[in-house]
C-alpha cells in the first residue's frame, strides 16, 4: 500500500535550518507532483511548496528565497530545505503527493505530519 512518511522535524533556533524528507513507498507507478503543506496552530493549513514530475517547482510567497523542494526519483523521496528560519514558520508540516498507485486512480496521499519549532 502507498504511504508518505516524513521526517527531519525537530526544534531549531531563528535564522536556523532544517531539511525535511517525506519518503513514498509502495506500489507507485508516478508520482505527479509531490507538496509541502505546513498548519500552524489556529490556522489553516497552507501550500509552503510544490514539485511536479519534470520539475517544474511552486512556493508560498512568505517561504520564497528561503525554502527549496526537491525530489530524488530513485528513492521516491522529496526533501524540503529549510534557511533562515523565522518563529512563524513553526507548523506542523505535512507532505502531501498526487500519485498513481499500480492498480488503481490517481489520488492525494498525505503523511501523518512532523513538527518543527523555530524558538529560541
Known amino acids: 500500500q502507498v504511504q508518505l512518511v516524513e521526517s527531519g522535524g525537530g526544534l531549531v533556533q531563528p535564522g536556523g535550518s532544517l531539511r525535511l524528507s517525506c519518503a513514498a513507498s509502495?506500489?507507485?507507478?508516478?508520482?505527479?507532483?509531490m507538496r509541502w503543506y505546513r498548519q500552524a496552530p489556529g490556522k489553516r493549513r497552507e501550500l509552503v511548496a510544490a514539485?511536479?514530475?519534470?520539475?517544474?517547482?511552486n512556493y508560498a510567497d512568505s517561504v520564497k528565497g528561503r525554502f527549496t523542494i526537491s525530489r530524488d526519483n530513485a528513492e521516491k523521496t522529496a526533501y524540503l530545505q529549510m534557511n533562515s528560519l523565522k518563529p512563524e514558520d513553526t507548523a506542523v508540516y505535512y507532505c502531501?503527493?498526487?500519485?498513481?498507485?499500480?492498480?488503481?486512480?490517481?489520488?492525494?496521499?498525505w503523511g501523518q505530519g512532523t513538527q518543527v519549532t523555530v524558538s529560541s
Open positions: 514539485i511536479t514530475s519534470t520539475d517544474f517547482t
Open positions: 509502495g506500489n507507485i507507478v508516478a508520482i505527479i507532483v
Open positions: 502531501n503527493g498526487h500519485l498513481v498507485p499500480y492498480g488503481g486512480n490517481d489520488r492525494d496521499y
